[in-house]
């Protein structure tokens, strides 16, 4: 989360930083004494050190640094930092600066949150001191500096020099530390001394690795009040008010700095996760692009104000980036590290401000492209986003709306509040293109224990109104202290045309890493899909099918047991007794949940099909077309991969190839899993139009389809080659302009109407990631996309099946 010696800089004891310099700087090792007073100096230190805070893995959200005072006196930190080097600094190399403030108690802590990362989901304890330095978890110096400047010593006699620094510790295999550095630092674990704060100048053996354990100068196990009642002599509101602090851009004119007494009124209180609350001036000013509220952080303990309180809040602002800076989102404006003063309790909150169908543009966000839309003035009539901007924080609510997108497990549904943008036939609002982004889209959230359970097409009724907040997931939502209820709009699984006996039916379903250890449910849902909704299909390609231990990491690669499973539970529905063919993947080198060995399988009715099988496909031969003359072509290798080795499919699913006859004609049907959109910037962040980073591999994978389907239809022309699976892109989407490239193949999905080109919900936008593509050679498909899945609250995957008839 966003993120704070007098005693004379008395007793600085002989101590020793030992800095390794690159031979390109210095050429040698250098262990040189500082020059300080032999007294030694117990009383203030760095006691702890984590920089996991987010990491994979990691349960606390932030980087931290605990100092310790073994002293028995307050240590006074004013004009003290807490500064950070990287492990391995070069010439150019700064040292970044957190300042603090206040006191380390006599025999406690002082706790000082740096970087929040992706992930994680505990808080820490409420901080001291705030800063936004990303630590590295594994390798870094952590000085203790009697100033506000930054250091700017790189080699160990700069360093023994300078007589302001306090204590040094280096960890991981840190350039700069005192004696050996420190080990044991990781994504979960910190160094840290011991409860003695022993110091013996020597880092390694001073500190040890281990489970993380934050305390604040309040003491450990949830840290201070949040919300502490102080006595002051003045409560009179300071001279900023909250739109002061919002200003008119993205960016605070106040960040970084400390405010005092900011009035407002509590409108909601957030209990769990990243705990704190709402405040808003209930006399606005006249700007509409300065929003009047701002989200008090209080950490991880609760805060105790409640909803009507007036109160005036006083700490540092901060622009918090949910899911970091890196992840490319927007920011939200803070007070951190707050004390607070009730004036008054019971008192009325500004009235929420109503969204309706003309409230928010058409226009999603400016375009800047290359460049970011922080520093940009708000335009709040011109575009959606800027107008969720100018009112984070504050009172909103929507009224009679149509769900987009179904409830999920974190109780989060999407609304539209322009009913009339881009619908779908079921409800919902499809994305037809990068320039149209359905500014309408709002994500609903709670601060209640109420839940919702709405599909797509439902209409939750009546008010709901809450603040509005911000997240990485999403982007702007309202925080519900009043929530609607729903009423059904009447939603039922599609079920598809079953295939005449003269019809090849092939079907493409993403079963969302399905491995033997998935309850029998989801099996036999799934199995329900394939008979009863999709028809029992000829062939069916399933993709994220998983080896026989799942996320097990120890060198399985085989499926057979997952496969075993979902044809018997396919039997049973009543369907037939499939077979099937794959090639297992190279023990984790195609990407997806980490241990799955997620692959490509071909589900097939012998009843119905046959399967040709020659040998030679494994995981990274290159499969190649024959020409065997008069007798046609054939497959060097079926089943057989695409090109396995090309950079294309690193760390990203193979195409699998395979070889069928039916009814005495040959088809050739060809398996995908594109790599997925992780690492994109999200739609809603400060890069307009987002920079789409993973796009560049999937337009380098179709292009290894697409020239291996030219190589079929270039010995056979009449060749019937399908291609599907989960493309994880749109139909207007460089990857699929690029697998189409030539004519070569048509991408069924632009055979429907507009409105009905889907397969896939997210954050409310109804899309296309799945397509199935047929080369000339194959006349008058018959094409349906099944919706069994994106668009209900109850889902078995979250993407649906879809199916071709080949006549």
């Not at 010696?5 to 700087?25: E, N, Y």
């Not at 990691?58 to 080097?85: I, R």
């Not at 600094?89 to 990362?117: F, R």
């Not at 020409?627 to 294309?648: C, M, Q």
């Amino acid at each position: 989360m966003p993120p704070s010696i007098p005693l004379a800089l008395r007793g600085r004891r002989a101590k020793v930083i030992a800095l390794a310099v690159p031979f390109g700087i210095a050429g040698t090792l250098i262990a040189l004494p500082f020059t300080a007073q032999a007294t030694p100096s117990a009383d203030a230190v760095v006691a702890e050190v984590f920089g996991g805070g987010g990491n994979s893995g990691a349960t606390l959200t932030n980087d931290f640094v605990e100092l310790g005072n073994s002293g028995n006196a307050p240590f006074d930190l004013s004009g003290w930092s807490v500064q950070y080097l990287s492990g391995s600094p070069g010439p150019t190399t700064k040292w970044q600066v957190t300042e603090i403030s206040g006191s380390i108690p006599a025999g406690g802590s002082y706790l000082i949150q740096e970087a929040k990362g992706a992930g994680g989901d505990t808080a820490l304890p409420t901080p001291d001191a705030v800063g936004t330095i990303a630590m590295s978890a594994t390798s870094g110096t952590i000085a203790l500096v009697h100033s506000t400047t930054p250091l700017t010593c790189l080699t160990a006699a700069d360093c023994a020099a300078d007589a302001g620094i306090k204590d040094l510790v280096g960890f991981g295999t840190a350039l700069v530390r005192e004696g050996s550095p420190a080990t044991g630092a990781g994504n979960t674990t910190s160094v840290a001394r011991n409860a003695a704060l022993t110091d013996t100048d020597d880092n390694a053996a001073d500190f040890t690795g281990g489970t993380p354990t934050p305390r604040n100068s309040g003491g450990t196990g949830g840290g201070t009040d949040p919300s502490p009642t102080p006595s002051p002599t003045d409560t009179t509101p300071g001279s900023l008010r909250i739109h002061d602090i919002q200003g008119n851009t993205r960016i605070s004119p106040e960040n970084g700095k400390s405010v005092t007494n900011v009035p407002g009124i509590v409108t909601g209180v957030r209990s769990t996760g990243s705990k704190g609350y709402w405040i808003q001036d209930p006399t606005p000013d006249k700007d509409p692009a300065t929003s009047e509220a701002i989200f008090v952080f209080t950490g991880s303990a609760t805060p105790t104000v409640k909803v009507g309180d007036s109160v005036l809040v006083s700490g540092k602002i901060t622009e918090y980036y949910p899911g970091g800076q890196a992840s490319g989102t927007q920011s939200v404006t803070e007070l951190t590290g707050p004390t607070s003063v009730v004036l008054s309790s019971g008192n009325k909150l500004p009235a929420a401000e109503v969204i309706d169908a003309t409230t928010l543009a058409d226009a999603y966000a400016p375009k800047v492209k290359g460049l970011n839309i922080e520093p940009l003035e708000l335009k709040p009539n011109k575009f959606a986003l800027d107008w969720l901007e100018s009112r984070e924080g504050m009172l909103v609510q929507v009224k009679d709306v149509r769900v987009v997108g179904a409830s999920n497990a974190y109780n989060e549904t999407w609304i539209t509040t322009k009913p009339k943008q881009n619908p779908t036939p079921n409800g919902g609002t499809v994305y037809t293109g990068y320039d149209d982004q359905n500014s309408g889209r709002l994500l609903i959230g709670s601060l209640t224990s109420d839940k919702l359970k709405a599909n797509v097409g439902d209409t939750l009724t009546g008010t709901t109104a809450g603040p509005l907040d911000y997240a990485n997931y999403g982007g702007y939502n309202i925080q519900s202290t009043t929530l609607g209820t729903v009423k059904s709009g009447g939603l039922t699984p599609d079920v598809a045309q079953k295939g005449k006996a003269n019809e090849l039916s092939v079907a493409t379903y993403n079963v969302e890493n399905l491995d033997p250890q998935e309850p029998q449910s989801k099996y036999d849902r799934l199995a329900q899909g394939i008979v009863k909704n999709l028809a029992s299909p000829d062939i069916v390609s399933l993709e994220e099918i998983q080896d026989n231990n799942g996320a097990t990491s120890d060198g399985t690669v085989a499926a057979d047991q997952t496969m075993a499973k979902f044809i018997d539970a396919i039997k049973k529905a009543g369907g037939p007794t499939y077979d099937w063919r794959s090639i297992d993947p190279t023990d984790g080198q195609d990407g997806g949940e980490p241990g799955g060995n997620i692959r490509n399988v071909f589900l097939f009715n012998p009843q119905r099909v046959s399967f040709v099988d020659r040998p030679g496909g494994d995981a990274t031969t290159a499969v190649k077309v024959v020409n065997n003359g008069k007798k046609g072509i054939t497959l060097s290798a079926s089943p057989g991969r695409i090109n396995p080795t090309s950079d294309a499919w690193k760390s990203s699913r193979k195409p699998l190839v395979g070889e069928f006859t039916f009814q005495g004609q040959q088809v050739f049907v060809i398996g995908n899993h594109f790599n997925s959109k992780g690492g994109d910037k999200p739609m809603h962040g400060v890069a307009q139009p987002p920079v789409l980073g993973s796009e560049t591999q999937r337009v380098a994978q179709a292009q290894e389809v697409n020239k291996f389907v030219g190589s079929l239809l270039l010995k056979d022309i009449k060749a019937k080659v399908v291609v599907l699976g989960d493309m994880n892109d749109y139909q207007f989407s460089k990857p699929l302009t690029t697998l189409t490239k030539g004519g070569i193949l048509t991408d069924l999905i632009n055979t429907l109407p507009v409105n009905e080109r889907y397969s896939y919900v997210y954050d409310g936008n109804s899309q296309t990631l799945d397509h199935i593509l047929v080369t000339p050679g194959i006349k008058k498909p018959a094409y349906e996309v099944v919706h069994i899945n994106s668009e209900f609250a109850d889902q078995t995957s979250d993407h649906d099946p879809q199916v071709v008839r080949i006549k």
